[in-house]
């Protein structure tokens, strides 16, 4: 017999029957919250495969030569999301290099959105 009374839920909070108790509904918007913006950046397991078998192959920085520790996107994955797992846009780069690039990519992507949107 499914019993209609209060409930007490683990984190000690009586609960209304039928409802969902708040700790469960902050435990939800957490997740929820934190899964979208995680998959919108990119970094998902098909890219994390994809970016190791970059690095194995290119292991040296496209601009100074050195030891590379990441894959950039040539043409960035905001202009292009199409783009995010297709090799021939990837370029391995060490962590000194790949900074300076995205100051002077994002910092002029930033700009032409500017532009576009305030003529
Ligand atoms: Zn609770
Ligand atoms: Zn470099």
Known sequence: ????????????????????????????????????????????????????????????????GEAATLVDHIVSIRRAPYRRLDPTNFASMCAGCHGRKTAAVDGSFGRAIQSQVDP
Do not use: E, F
């Open 1 to 64: 017999m499914p019993s209609k009374g209060p409930r007490l839920c683990a984190c000690g909070r009586v609960v209304p029957p039928g409802q969902m108790c708040v700790c469960a509904k902050a435990r939800k918007a957490a997740s929820d919250a934190a899964r979208p913006s995680a998959r919108a950046r990119g970094y998902d397991g098909d890219w994390q495969t994809a970016r190791a078998k970059h690095l194995a192959s290119h292991p040296q920085c496209v601009d100074c």
